[in-house]
């Protein structure tokens, strides 16, 4: 079965940095797009930053343009997304998911993001 193993998250405070990854297995990873979507308590899932399959697009929602950076690394199934000048307002539970901005497939099981002093 597809499992998306997710590693990284923690506390950091505001102007901080921190990278999440994501390791594939079950799936021919280089086949897939990837995204990371993030929920806050009180809001809906939103969607964050996408990669197309051979790495060569990104996409950045407006919330975090200039800040995060998606990478991946298809001979090592893994997707990251570097988290830099971070803000309260990102904090958040952060999934890496199959797809690329919509109709996600597989899930992580999640990274709890929070930025706080």
């Known amino acids: 079965e597809v499992q998306l193993v997710q590693s990284g998250g923690g506390l950091v405070q505001p102007g901080g940095s921190l990278r999440l990854s994501c390791a594939a297995s079950g799936l021919p990873f280089g086949d897939y797009d990837m995204a990371w979507v993030r929920q806050a308590p009180g809001n809906g899932p939103e969607w964050v930053s996408g990669i197309n399959s051979g790495g060569d697009s990104t996409y950045y929602a407006d919330s975090v343009k200039g800040r995060f950076t998606i990478s991946r690394d298809n001979a090592k199934n893994m997707v990251s997304l570097q988290m830099n000048s971070l803000k309260p307002e990102d904090t958040a539970v952060y999934s890496c998911?199959?797809?690329?901005?919509?109709?996600?497939?597989?899930w992580g099981q999640g990274s709890q993001v929070i930025v706080s002093s």
């Open positions: 998911v199959t797809g690329l901005a919509a109709d996600f497939g597989s």
